[in-house]
T-cell receptor, first 114, second 112 residues
């Protein structure tokens, strides 16, 4: 069974631009979560989607948004990029997103904002 | 709020040495506890987990026991290999919540 895939793997953007990252979960998984990883703040939860609905949201500004499609694929969007948004963005999928589900992570998209 | 504290790295060991990476947590109730590993340039891989007190998670020679009385979940391995060099993250998921709370990570370097 294929794992979680994320595209693109690397991205360079300029301050003020916007960016869209994509995540395809493991087949059959309906929950997708997004995390930001930076050297300073570590791994922080962004949001989680299940059946096209955002169920949980972390403490990030409104510039960070996401959505999920009917095939469970998810995208996250960051508008008006800032230098501090440079990070590794990780997507994780799980079967139903219950507290007992294991989360499987993708390889991440490394975003560099210049 | 929930939090996870890990020992600072890097931890540098010789091959076949014994490994301990300390992890303590703060959470209400009985969270599920996890260890994830991240190899260079890759995402996170679940290494092991424990969902209730006194549970022992184990995988690939690594072990960790859920200690409610000391709020700890220390990672151990009896004999490390060069291929174990990676960053290890302790994490928890509080009851009723779906998001993981991670520690800051501990880099392990194993020398031949």
């Amino acid at each position: 069974k294929a794992g979680v895939t994320q595209t693109p793997r690397y991205l360079i953007k300029t301050r003020g631009q916007q960016v869209t990252l994509s995540c395809s979960p493991i087949s059959g998984h309906r929950s997708v979560s997004w995390y930001q990883q930076t050297p300073g703040q570590g791994l922080q939860f962004l949001f989680e989607y299940f059946s096209e609905t955002q169920r949980n949201k972390g403490n990030f500004p409104g510039r960070f948004s996401g959505r999920q499609f009917s095939n469970s694929r998810s995208e996250m969007n960051v508008s008006t990029l800032e230098l501090g948004d440079s990070a590794l963005y990780l997507c994780a999928s799980s079967l139903a997103g219950t507290g007992k589900d294991e989360q499987y992570f993708g390889p991440g998209t490394r975003l560099t904002v210049t | 709020g929930d939090s996870v504290t890990q020992m600072e790295g890097p931890v540098t060991l010789s091959e076949e040495a014994f490994l301990t990476i300390n992890c303590t947590y703060t959470a209400t109730g009985y969270p599920s506890l996890f260890w994830y590993v991240q190899y260079p340039g890759e995402g996170l891989q679940l290494l092991l987990k424990a969902t209730k007190a006194d549970d022992k998670g184990s995988n690939k020679g690594f072990e960790a026991t859920y200690r409610k009385e000391t709020t700890s979940f220390h990672l151990e391995k009896g004999s490390v290999q060069v291929s174990d060099s990676a960053v290890y993250f302790c994490a928890l998921r509080a009851p009723g919540r779906r998001a993981l709370t991670f520690g800051s990570g501990t880099r392990l370097q194993v020398q031949p």
